[in-house]
């Protein structure tokens, strides 16, 4: 599982906030560069460049802060902050 981040972005700052991401086993935080066309390793992954980005397998939920800490809250209660 994957959670593509942007140092400074709100709705980044706003998942990472909510859960405790260490607490997630095989979560894999990555950040990503500002410009979006250096965005490459998310648009392969995703076939978008938006941040927040969570990939699960064949789950993906792209540029919502909301839907992601709902979703991780439902597969990893003890991560909840």
Excluded: W
């Excluded at 980044?12 to 500002?34: A, F, Q, W």
Aim: aromatic residues 4%.
């Amino acid at each position: 599982m994957k959670l593509f981040v942007l140092h400074g972005c709100p709705y980044c700052n706003h998942v990472l906030r909510e859960i405790d991401v260490t607490k997630i086993p095989g979560l894999e935080v990555i950040s990503v560069p500002s410009d979006h066309a250096e965005r490459t390793a998310l648009k392969e992954a995703s076939g978008q460049t938006f941040v927040p980005t969570l990939i699960d397998g064949e789950k993906i939920i792209a540029d919502d802060d909301d839907a992601i800490i709902g979703y991780l809250k439902l597969k990893e209660p003890v991560a909840v902050a």
